[in-house]
């Protein structure tokens, strides 16, 4: 048989080509996870050196280039210029961020020790309540003797 295909090819290849429908899924894929929610309490991470320096060259650039609207410009031109600058001249933008790393780690140890609290004050809600739960069940049952004591009499 020259050229010619038999029905078993043509069903293969046609099963290969068949297009799958929306309630087919086309093969096993990863279930998405959910993503962590953010908690809005908690501090946010300093800025590093580069960018405490592009907070005040952007106010620079701004001055100097007044018509100019692409930020993608003024974060280039940060950039070389940042590439360029020596050590010294990077110093003062590195203490500031290094101040501001400080104050990030000693917001995080308050904000670390409230969540820890906060967890062990829930822990303790809940196992007070547990136990006012069983406590009451006993009054209950108390009461409920009783009651028949009252109506013997």
């Not at 093969?27 to 960018?51: E, I, L, M, T, Y």
């Not at 360029?84 to 308050?110: G, H, L, T, W």
């Not at 007070?128 to 739960?133: G, I, L, M, R």
Request: charged share 50%; no cysteine.
């Amino acid at each position: 048989m020259k050229g010619g295909k038999s029905k078993a090819e043509t069903k293969k290849a046609e099963s290969k080509l068949a297009v799958k429908k929306r309630g087919e899924k086309a093969g096993k894929q990863p279930a998405k996870k959910a993503k962590a929610v953010k908690d809005p309490n908690k501090p946010k991470r300093p800025a590093s050196a580069f960018f405490v320096f592009m907070e005040d060259f952007r106010k620079q650039y701004k001055e100097k280039h007044p018509n100019n609207k692409a930020v993608s410009v003024v974060g280039k031109a940060g950039g070389d210029k940042w590439k360029s600058m020596s050590e010294a001249d990077k110093a003062p933008y590195v203490a500031k961020a290094e101040k501001r790393k400080v104050e990030y780690e000693k917001n995080m140890q308050v904000y670390n020790k409230k969540q820890v609290e906060g967890n062990d004050a829930a822990d303790e809600e809940e196992s007070d309540k547990s136990k006012s739960e069983v406590h009451d069940d006993d009054d209950d049952e108390d009461d409920s003797g009783e009651e028949d004591d009252d109506d013997d009499e």
